[in-house]
């Protein structure tokens, strides 16, 4: 049973830092692309930050510079460490990942607030 768990969530001042980690199970970790996400409260979900299985990356253009994703394949886990952390950043962040076009999986989220 797949399974992702993102912790790491919270509330920083404009300007800070967090750091999110998403650990998953019951897959072979290393074989897939993983993927952060976010959500605002009346915004659709939009793609943040990608890692391939070679750890090539990729991000959203309003993250770029401030956010790095990266990944520990023998902790089955990814990162993302997010700095200069603005108020437009607070949404919930989920990881992701799509095994096959059916197993499509998604933590449960975290929440990230930041105050102005």
């Known amino acids: 049973q797949v399974q992702l768990v993102e912790s790491g969530g919270g509330l920083v001042q404009r300007g800070g830092s967090l750091r999110l980690s998403c650990v998953a199970s019951g897959y072979i970790f290393s074989m897939y692309a993983m993927h952060w996400y976010r959500q605002a409260p009346g915004k659709q979900r939009e793609l943040v930050a990608t890692?391939?299985?070679?750890?090539?990356?990729n991000y959203t253009d309003s993250v770029k510079g401030r956010f790095t994703i990266s990944r520990d394949n023998a902790k089955n886990t990814v990162y993302l460490q997010m700095n200069s952390l603005k108020p437009e950043d607070t949404a919930v962040y989920y990881c992701?990942?799509?095994?096959?076009?059916?197993?499509?999986?998604w933590g449960q989220g975290t929440q990230v607030t930041v105050s102005s």
């Open positions: 890692i391939t299985t070679t750890k090539n990356t």
């Open positions: 992701r990942v799509r095994i096959t076009s059916r197993a499509d999986y």
